[in-house]
């Protein structure tokens, strides 16, 4: 099989150890799921193993590295086997082949007692289903990981009330969960996740449930709690928007297998093929492209008083401070300094290349 495409772009924290590393990890389910791995059979599409063997590949070799404050997303569509492969990497699924590397320890060889360990004290999921136990009060629902672990009660509450005004659920400590709209139950389920202070944060599907303005604001509380935390977190969706939106890198998934990682900006803009190519093609780029990669050096004579960004900040949201004013935007770093300078002509070329490719999609689908 050809391997998918990846960016060469690196993360923010490229240079340092990954903190999760998965390599050539297998699931596939059926009597006969040993015949498959190393042989022949694993190069033939998903279709033809079932046929031949009765086994279904729900993850094919899977190799990815997920690096310490990143937020990784896996993306595909229903059956791509992205749930499955994040349940693969906790062992809540046993894996058929493949390790999943946690802070250089194999997931896939701990001992039932040591995977206990790991799941209390490294990593956090967030589900779909929020999970919460009904009869409790949300502060005994939050601390309940920190319960088990056997910390004191006087310490347990005090990190939940921490953990629950950290969500925006302040003076609801002493409700239960039926009291609570969805969106309000789901920012429990991730008090409750944090409360444990994990290393790793996996999300499967977590807003999917929510209504859209709710899973809106869900999601930027994520992205606010990752600019304050530096979790390490990976988020598995079926939603591009929403992957684009939260994600410092992104693999798209297809029939088990990896088709592409990279960022958000890499996907929009070199799709590895025609699949990734389909799903992105209504994207507009303003909505992806951040100033930092547009930057420039100033140009002789050019104003450079103008309003500063942060380099993350999408085009679209440098529309208006270049409205104001005659000047570019400066965009700086995570220190403060200036990379580079952003003018209205630099946004208008890329506004100018979405009208062209959504022409050319129209030209097409005639």
């Known amino acids: 099989m050809n391997s998918p495409a990846e960016s060469t772009a690196q993360p923010h924290s490229a240079g340092t150890e990954p903190r999760i590393s998965v390599r050539n990890l297998w699931k ?30 729900a993850v094919r070799d899977m190799s990815f590295d997920v690096h310490p404050g990143e937020t990784f997303v896996v993306m595909g569509l229903s059956g791509s086997g992205k749930s ?28 039932p007692q040591r995977l206990r360990e790991l799941r209390r004290s490294k990593m ?21 990981g920190l319960e ?18 950290m969500v925006g659920l302040a003076g609801n400590e002493d409700s239960r969960p039926g009291q609570l ?21 996996l999300f499967d599907e977590p807003f999917s449930a929510l209504d859209p303005l709710i899973r809106r604001d869900m999601q930027s509380e994520v992205l606010r709690l990752q600019r304050e935390l530096h979790k390490t977190a990976v988020f598995i969706t079926h939603d591009l928007s929403e992957a684009l939106k939260l994600g410092d890198r992104i693999a798209i998934m297809r029939d088990g297998a990896l088709v592409q990682i990279g960022t958000p900006e890499d996907l929009v ?25 547009l930057a420039r050096p100033a ?21 208006a401070p270049l409205a104001d004013g005659t000047a570019p935007v400066r965009v700086t770093g995570y220190d403060g300094a200036v990379l580079g300078y952003v003018g209205r002509e630099d946004v208008l070329r890329v506004i100018a290349e979405d009208s062209a490719r959504a022409a050319d999609t129209a030209t097409a689908g005639v």
């Open 28 to 57: 596939i389910f059926g009597k006969h799921a040993g015949s498959v791995v190393g042989t022949g059979l694993a190069e033939e599409d998903r279709e033809t193993i079932r046929k031949r063997t009765g086994a279904t590949v």
């Open 84 to 111: 499955t492969l994040v349940r693969c990497m906790t062992r809540l699924i046993e894996p058929t082949s493949g390790t999943m590397l946690l802070d250089g320890e194999d997931v896939a060889t701990c001992t």
């Open 124 to 144: 956090s999921m967030v589900f779909q289903h929020f999970g919460l136990l009904p009869h409790r009060r949300i502060i005994d629902n939050v601390a309940y």
């Open 148 to 165: 088990v672990r056997g910390v004191s009660r006087a310490e347990r509450y005090a990190r939940a009330r921490e953990m629950i005004e």
């Open 181 to 201: 709209s969805g969106g309000m139950q789901q920012r429990v389920g991730l008090a409750r996740a944090l409360a444990v202070d994990p290393e790793v944060l």
């Open 269 to 293: 803009g070199n799709p590895a093929d025609d699949y990734v190519r389909d799903f992105v093609k209504d994207v507009s780029r303003t909505t992806v492209l951040t100033a930092g990669s």
């Open 299 to 319: 140009r002789p004579d050019e104003d450079t008083d103008g309003p500063a960004v942060p380099a993350e900040t999408v085009v679209g949201e440098i529309v």
